[in-house]
């Protein structure tokens, strides 16, 4: 059975720094993405970054780019790395592992910056 549990967001004022995590378990070896996106309060997604099994992405959002980094570690955990928020970042974040013709996604997490 596949979890995927986001933990770490909250409010933050402009300027901080916030660290999100993504916990996920159950999974089988074999090639995967692991992926950050964020759904703004105008409802539209944007691909934060990734991590691939067989590569190194990174953030590719080009608003994020230089503040968010995304880094994995080999207990099944996938965080993503804020500094220097703005309330144009203001979200919430979903996590998704893809692989193996399968898809998963988090249940996702607020981050509001503060005006």
């Known amino acids: 059975q596949v979890q995927i549990v986001e933990s770490g967001g909250g409010l933050v004022q402009p300027g901080g720094s916030l660290n999100i995590s993504c916990a996920i378990t159950?999974?089988?070896?074999?090639?995967?993405?692991l992926n950050w996106y964020r759904q703004t309060p105008e409802n539209q997604r944007e691909l934060i970054g990734a991590?691939?099994?067989?590569?190194?992405?990174g953030t590719t959002l080009d608003s994020a780019r230089g503040r968010f980094t995304i880094a994995g570690d080999k207990k099944g955990t996938l965080f993503l790395q804020m500094t220097s928020l703005k309330p144009e970042d203001t979200a919430k974040y979903y996590c998704?592992?893809?692989?193996?013709?399968?898809?998963?996604w988090g249940q996702g997490i607020q981050v509001t910056v503060s005006s």
């Open positions: 998704r592992w893809q692989g193996g013709g399968s898809n998963y």
């Open positions: 159950g999974l089988t070896s074999g090639n995967y993405a």
């Open positions: 991590i691939r099994s067989d590569s190194f992405t």
